[in-house]
């Protein structure tokens, strides 16, 4: 069969919409060409793939589609050999190493810090101030990562937030590069990525430095000194650095992001508003949120749920296969690109009927276990899924409960956010708030 797809006449064009406005490029070869489309990256051929079942096989067999190497070009500056550039044994040893610090056993401790971290940012927010939420909320959610995995605090890592907001930018602009100029060309991009690297090394070292006493600190950096490669030597202060960069790019944004878009939209729907204040208050009853009540916290769970469905951060990623490949009846060349998104398929309306409403209502009793796979896959699957996967959704639901327990936080503006992707899916605009304090529950 021929796939259908792009010609390689409308390259030019097709890569300057692409750059320009990737998730609408996408979206059109969808209802263009189907499940399956051809499309070009400068010389090289690519595949959008949004049948659920070629997408597992795509994400499930590791072995034969790795890490695309064009994003392994983007990516290695910054990360290194971290876990997300590397393949196979490599990657699967780096999962075993990391794996302890995502644990659920883990995640019990780590619901005292973020609740406590929550609240002293709330108790920063002055009555009536407007709140940037895609920098406020971020900043929170960085600061808990920072925290649980290298146990360290704001003082210890400044505030490299800046730097790796550029980071995710340059990710942007140069993936979709045909071909990335050598780092030695003094371009904006080169310049700027010598500058964050080094500014996000010294952050790193200095945290590796701290943990060098001699003691356990319970946490993933303590892990990886004690830990040993797939040679059995113990890892260098180099393999340390770039999996600590990879949890940086990794954790940064991600579920502040998350929890931005869910505070927008109980902003715009009274009733979802009214629902998560209830079960909020029937389950806490103005006391401080614990690991035990996220069970009950079922409805808030469901907005995040809804809200991952409609904005998934990771909105696109891609493979690429060490072999011919047959996928779908079509035949596929070695090194081809393998583009996958949950975001379409998150939005296919043969799947989610009305898929652009937002309606927690879907999540109703786990329905997503139910569902045909990926369908449904915000944090990806097989694996490479997402190792911070329940840490993400753990402090989404505190801090949504939190927020939404002592603060009435409404739009300052009136026209609608879209989500703008670039690498990560973000926004069209700001979103501005503005601070109202409920009455101060008890137990704070
Ligand atoms: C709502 C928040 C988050 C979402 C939607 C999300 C989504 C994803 C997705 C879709 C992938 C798979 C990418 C692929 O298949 O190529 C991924 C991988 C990953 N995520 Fe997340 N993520 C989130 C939060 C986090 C956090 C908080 C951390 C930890 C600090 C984290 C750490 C990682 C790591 C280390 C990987 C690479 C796993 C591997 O290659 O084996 N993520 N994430």
């Given at each position: 069969?021929?796939?259908?797809?792009?010609?390689?006449?409308?390259?030019?064009?097709?890569?300057?919409?692409?750059?320009?406005?990737?998730?609408?490029?996408?979206?059109?070869?969808?209802?263009?060409?189907?499940?399956?489309?051809?499309?070009?990256?400068?010389?090289?051929?690519?595949?959008?793939?949004?049948?659920?079942?070629?997408?597992?096989?795509?994400?499930?067999?590791?072995?034969?589609?790795?890490?695309?190497?064009?994003?392994?070009?983007?990516?290695?500056?910054?990360?290194?050999?971290?876990?997300?550039?590397?393949?196979?044994?490599?990657?699967?040893?780096?999962?075993?190493?990391?794996?302890?610090?995502?644990?659920?056993?883990?995640?019990?401790?780590?619901?005292?810090?973020?609740?406590?971290?929550?609240?002293?940012?709330?108790?920063?927010?002055?009555?009536?101030?407007?709140?940037?939420?895609?920098?406020?909320?971020?900043?929170?959610?960085?600061?808990?990562?920072?925290?649980?995995?290298?146990?360290?605090?704001?003082?210890?890592?400044?505030?490299?937030?800046?730097?790796?907001?550029?980071?995710?930018?340059?990710?942007?602009?140069?993936?979709?590069?045909?071909?990335?100029?050598?780092?030695?060309?003094?371009?904006?991009?080169?310049?700027?990525?010598?500058?964050?690297?080094?500014?996000?090394?010294?952050?790193?070292?200095?945290?590796?430095?701290?943990?060098?006493?001699?003691?356990?600190?319970?946490?993933?950096?303590?892990?990886?000194?004690?830990?040993?490669?797939?040679?059995g030597k113990p890892l260098s202060h180099r393999q340390i650095r770039d999996e600590v960069m990879t949890m940086f790019v990794a954790g940064q944004d991600s579920t502040g992001f998350t929890l931005s878009w869910a505070l927008y939209h109980l902003s715009q729907d009274p009733a979802v508003q009214e629902q998560v204040e209830a079960e909020v208050?029937?389950?806490?009853?103005?006391?401080?949120?614990?690991?035990?009540?996220?069970?009950?916290?079922?409805?808030?769970?469901?907005?995040?749920?809804?809200?991952?469905?409609?904005?998934?951060?990771?909105?696109m990623t891609s493979r690429a296969p060490n072999q011919d490949v047959e996928l779908g009846g079509y035949t596929f060349k070695k090194n081809t690109l393998f583009y996958v998104s949950p975001f379409l398929n998150q939005h296919r309306p043969d799947f989610f009927p009305d898929p652009e409403s937002f309606r927690p209502e879907r999540f109703a009793?786990?329905?997503?276990?139910?569902?045909?796979?990926?369908?449904?896959?915000?944090?990806?699957?097989?694996?490479?899924?997402?190792?911070?996967?329940?840490?993400?959704?753990?402090?989404?639901?505190?801090?949504?409960?939190?927020?939404?327990?002592?603060?009435?936080?409404?739009?300052?503006?009136?026209?609608?956010?879209?989500?703008?992707?670039?690498?990560?899916?973000?926004?069209?605009?700001?979103?501005?708030?503005?601070?109202?304090?409920?009455?101060?529950?008890?137990?704070?």
């Open positions: 069969m021929t796939l259908p797809g792009r010609s390689p006449a409308t390259v030019i064009s097709d890569l300057r919409w692409f750059r320009r406005d990737p998730l609408n490029f996408v979206r059109f070869l969808q209802s263009e060409y189907g499940e399956f489309a051809r499309f070009y990256i400068g010389p090289f051929q690519a595949c959008l793939v949004t049948q659920p079942e070629a997408v597992g096989t795509i994400l499930q067999n590791a072995d034969v589609y790795g890490m695309d190497w064009l994003l392994q070009g983007v990516l290695r500056p910054f990360v290194g050999n971290g876990i997300i550039t590397t393949n196979g044994a490599e990657h699967r040893h780096a999962r075993k190493l990391i794996a302890p610090a995502f644990h659920h056993s883990r995640l019990h401790q780590y619901t005292d810090f973020i609740v406590q971290y929550a609240q002293e940012t709330i108790d920063e927010w002055q009555e009536g101030q407007v709140l940037h939420l895609q920098q406020v909320i971020p900043n929170l959610t960085f600061r808990v990562v920072v925290k649980a995995l290298f146990n360290a605090h704001r003082e210890d890592v400044g505030n490299p937030f800046d730097a790796l907001t550029r980071t995710i930018q340059i990710f942007g602009e140069t993936w979709r590069q045909p071909v990335p100029l050598p780092p030695w060309i003094p371009t904006k991009i080169n310049r700027d990525t010598k500058r964050i690297i080094h500014q996000l090394d010294e952050v790193i070292m200095a945290i590796i430095r701290k943990h060098q006493d001699g003691q356990d600190h319970g946490d993933l950096i303590s892990t990886l000194l004690n830990a040993v490669d797939q040679d208050a029937e389950v806490l009853g103005g006391r401080a949120p614990t690991f035990a009540d996220l069970p009950r916290l079922t409805y808030t769970q469901m907005v995040i749920k809804e809200v991952l469905r409609l904005y998934p951060i990771a909105w009793d786990e329905a997503e276990k139910k569902w045909p796979k990926y369908r449904y896959f915000p944090f990806g699957g097989g694996p490479r899924i997402c190792a911070g996967q329940a840490l993400a959704m753990l402090q989404a639901t505190l801090i949504l409960a939190m927020i939404v327990q002592q603060l009435d936080l409404t739009r300052v503006e009136s026209t609608p956010v879209r989500p703008h992707a670039v690498a990560a899916l973000g926004f069209d605009r700001p979103i501005l708030m503005r601070v109202h304090h409920r009455e101060r529950a008890l137990a704070y």
